[in-house]
């Protein structure tokens, strides 16, 4: 069943009952004045609710993981949560007991300063490693955003703009749907572009699927009337289904972060787990979850081609999501898919060193324009078929294309959404060492 | 004990009673005229003992894999060879029944047009993938071939240039050690450039520690006396500490094969598992390895830093070995090398990723000279040293540095030689779809 789904205006800000903010308080210290109105790029965000919110959390499952991220871990089990406060420029990640100290300061000086009871804030950060954060400044913006809250367009983009670090452009998202009568909204705002390929869960224990890495920060705002119990399911369905199946470099961030917030404000009936009202805010809760997930992706560092890698026919599952990942990082295809190459071979290779089973006679390897069943087969049953060169650089020529690959030995499947690898990729994490506060975690 | 070891001259030519020649027979149909003196490079070597050999394979691992890595899989369990035929410009990959078909045709051929039993001559292949060998050039080039085999320099040099794709300099070495009152030598070439992280066995299970994947070829020779089982543990040793320790970019070809062929000449008395001449015979085996094995990283595709990367203090080899190898085939942490900057924060991040258990209050990430003990810490317990910026990044300025780091959870260590990522990897490796005679497997 398909949910009747409209993308609406907003984002964040489409549900009732939220405000927010996005200023500049120089947390990157680059020393040019403080205040939003000096025309540098916002870098802290407060996302905040009228009432307090059911909430639920995925987090990296990077082993080295940063203080908010821990301190978020904690809170949201509680189920319950009005505010967050994210900053892009200082990931806050490395920093040892003055990192906690500092991530606790800033949900609480949040609490502070919304007149909010204590442990409903919740904290996301990116951007530099092993720097301790500049708690004045964070201060000072904390007390500015407070005062700047508001429930315009213009407000949500403010605070996607916050979380941005070498984004080019902000990501946003928000869809209603009917819940028995009542038009229920789902919004959110992630920041993404490097360290892209996230492994969360809620518990710290890696997903069945184990991924690698990213920084992504995601947080997403929903007027629905939800138990905790119920959003989390929700939510893992939705991030297992969209920021889960994302790669642009293969890095898990010590920082990935997906937040929900549901106030309650639509009035809805509550609802069970497998009720079609479930259905229906699942559905609207991945709709989010993927729109942002394929955004970082486009909008990778130096990407120039988006690619859904699609496995099929494999044995288990986790046989097909290996050798989706196998592909999907693989330096030499990456490359081909930025050169326009159908390179099968290479894939064919990545799949064959994958952990996957697989039998080279059995392989098939085909483009697709995205989502279409029409396939153009460079590889049936580990042969080259009489597709020609320069048909198959024309079917991977467009800016996005489906690759296919049928292992032909199973009912599995899994897809991964990649992205090439480019000269710019590489030129930009290189970074200056001559200015070191570009060097980005 | 470190054994007596002498570098010296001839490569596959310095152990005594073989002979060798490289020429240029088109394989990649360039169509520029036949004949080794028009000046292109050779494309086609071989390498043939006076006597019977014994002899010894590792191959890839890879679940996709070529033709003749199949039937020296097959031929080298007899434990006896007297030639090796290899190729450059064609990986006779994905080439079905027909790969198979010519694979045999290039050892049956090889052994007419050198009146050699049936059953002695093995083969190498690299170069493009999915395309059959022209079979009239190969054989014209085998003519050729054994028309000039000789045993100067010259020749070795001529059949390493002939295994090279896009490798800037040929690779080769040669050592001898006295077993016995009698001087035994140790000779060898490779190639190797991109696709490179070799995961060899014998018996194409993977190896405990299992890596990912290149197409590197290595032709070892030796005159020593040495029986097949002793030959093949000296080899798994050499391989387990040389070639499946480095990666370029953490791919694994389709056609990763290392022989080793030992003639018998040297007259030194046979010898069994354990004894000290073993010993000595498996320094040397090890040396020509592990000097050849670094010379491919050093030439890897757009390569510009040589980086050593050291895991001590894991729980268990596995452990150490996930570490090293998250470390050394992350994206971000390779081009910070590129970029020269120490960026421990995204070393702490892919040894987090890793499938290895760390504890990161714990972990130490330091750099030093090639082999020294004089390490700058920039990491310790967890927490960043007081080692300023520009210390560290004058650390790791050199082309090639030691990155040392610590889990200190247990006694368990592993190494990973390994490149930076580049924008000439990138450049190189989208190739040029307009000249598919450019694209590699």
Redesign the interface.
Known sequence: MKAKLTEIPGSILAPQGFRAAGVFCDIKRLGTGKGSDKGMKRDLALIVSEVPATVAGMFT?????AAPVKVCAARVKKGRAQAVVANSGN?N??T?KQGMQDALEMVRFTERALNLPQGLALVGSTG???VTMPMDNVRAGIIEAAALLGSTPDHAAQAAEAVMTSDTRSKRVAVEVKLGGKLVRVGGICKGA??IQP?MSATGKRPAA?P??ATMLCFITSDAVVAPRVLNAALHEAVANSFNRITV??????NDTVLVLANGLAGNRDFGLGTSDFGLFQTALTHVCLALAKMIVRDGEGVSRFVTVRVKGAKTFSDADAAARAVAN???VK??W????P????I??????S?A?????K?DIGYSAPGSRDILWS?KR???TKAA?KTL?AAVAPKEFDLHINLNLGQAGALMYAAD???E???F?????SD?TS?G?
Not at 61 to 65: I, M, P, S
Not at 338 to 341: E, F, K, R, T, V
């Open positions: 499952t990077n082993q080295a993981c990931a990640a490395c040892g530099r490693i092993g490097g360290m492994g184990a690698l890495h470099d293969g890095d898990m961030s010590t693989s330096p030499l490359t081909s930025h050169g326009g190459d390179n099968w071979g290479r064919l290779a990545a799949v064959g060193y952990p089973t697989i039998v080279e006679e392989v590889l580990g042969q080259p060169f650089c690898l480019t000269e990729y590489v030129e994490n290189k970074g200056d060492v070191p060097l975690g």
